[in-house]
DNA sequence: AGTATTTGACCTCT
DNA sequence: AGAGGTCAAATACT
């Protein structure tokens, strides 16, 4: 047991060093890669030690339980949950962040790009829902100041030579889109697809920037109380404080994406086994018009038809801009779902993998993130 | 039938 | 008053 925990602490000693070293090897992704199998093979040999021990100490009876090479790979996943929820790495995305604000070096960005810009506190949040629920003028006219708002700036995920529409996990429904003043591009509205069923209360704006049509700032307002994006709420959300807020997630994501940029096209060929050139492997869909679509009244607004090349696992992971847990619990079920079953089998029952098929399979009918 | 987007109209806020 | 935000009918797709 001893050496059991010596190893756990020697695993936490490496999560350290990484996380102090990430900012730098967030530029050099084959090390990086090292380091977090390094840290995988160490609390994976300290899981297994465990259960051992644990299966000694408590015989069975055991339920039904699928091959190991699926349990690994679903407590690996778990696992990563859990450390990617701690403070810890909620100071990390900022550091992140800001490295990257400074790279981008752009302009009155930097508290936009940094992650978050009024990030209000839960309950403050709750209050100006229920606020909101309330008329009246006056709780009216407070109602924008009390509302949380979160902006993050999100580079156009690009897979090849298309441009796709921010990622971030959550199934978003759009409830409207207006031109702004000023702006050369409009403004989506979107409001998380539960809202009804599950009175969620989230919603984004999404809106390319004027001055750099490569990014697009993506307002959240309000916090997601469906817990997962594509399931019902069947368990309780972590606690405020150790729940990623969309926006810090997203900008990780967003830090992620571009760590890793280098690494696309090798990983969409890994994942195509295309002998492509770009690494597409395109099954492209149209924005708008999704599920059904494209219908209503007359028309002022621009309409968007770009067309996007998608694939699962490269959307879940490199396409996005931005994350939460729920879209790294969908990276990971998706490397699970890639994984042929001999390296790591698919339990088929897990409600986790049916979020990713749904996810999948809403991507496929064309929803815009 | 269910679910999605589009978009003109309307509401709210500054 | 005007801009921003939301509603809801119309329409499309599976």
């Not at 999948?360 to 993130?369: F, I, N, Q, T, Y």
Request: hydrophobic share 35%.
């Amino acid at each position: 047991m001893d050496q059991t925990l010596a190893l756990i602490l020697h695993g936490c000693n490496l999560a350290r060093q990484l996380e102090s070293n990430l900012v730098h090897l967030s530029q050099n992704p084959e090390p990086l890669a090292k380091s977090c199998d390094e840290i995988l093979t160490v609390f994976l040999t300290c899981k297994d030690r465990l259960q051992l021990l644990f299966r000694q100490s408590n015989p069975p009876p055991l339920p039904p339980q699928p091959p190991q090479a699926v349990n690994n790979v679903l407590d690996h996943h778990s696992g990563i949950q859990q450390w990617l929820r701690t403070a810890a790495m909620e100071r990390l995305h900022a550091q992140v962040l800001e490295n990257m604000a400074a790279c981008t070096g752009s302009s009155g960005a930097s508290a936009a790009a940094a992650g978050t810009v009024a990030d209000g506190s839960d309950s403050a949040a709750v209050r100006a829902v229920a606020a909101s629920s309330s008329s009246g003028s006056q709780q009216r006219r407070r109602r924008r100041d009390e509302i949380e708002r979160r902006t993050i700036r999100v580079p156009v995920p690009r897979i090849g030579n298309t441009e796709v529409p921010p990622e971030d996990g959550f199934t978003w429904r759009k409830y409207g889109q207006k031109e702004i003043l000023g702006s050369r591009f409009p403004r989506g509205y979107f409001r998380c697809t539960h809202q009804k069923l599950y009175h969620c209360p989230a919603k984004k704006q999404v809106q390319r920037l004027d001055n750099d049509p490569d990014t697009y700032e993506v307002t959240y307002r309000g916090q997601h109380t469906c817990h997962m994006s594509a399931t019902a709420p069947s368990v309780a959300p972590p606690p405020p404080d150790a729940q990623l807020t969309a926006a810090t997630t997203s900008a990780l994501h967003q830090a992620i994406s571009a760590a890793t940029a280098q690494q696309q096209q090798q990983q969409q060929q890994l994942i195509a086994n295309s002998s492509s050139s770009m690494g597409r492997w395109a099954m492209e869909f149209r924005l708008g018009g999704g599920g059904g679509g494209g219908g209503g009244g007359g028309g002022r607004d621009h309409i968007h038809q770009a067309e996007f090349p998608v694939t699962d696992m490269a959307a879940a992971m490199f396409s996005s801009g931005s994350s939460s847990t729920n879209s790294m619990d969908l990276i990971f079920n998706a490397a699970v779902d890639v994984l042929p079953p001999a390296a790591g089998g698919l339990d088929h029952d897990h409600d986790q993998y049916d979020d990713v098929k749904q996810l999948a399979g809403d991507r496929g009918k064309g929803k815009l993130v």
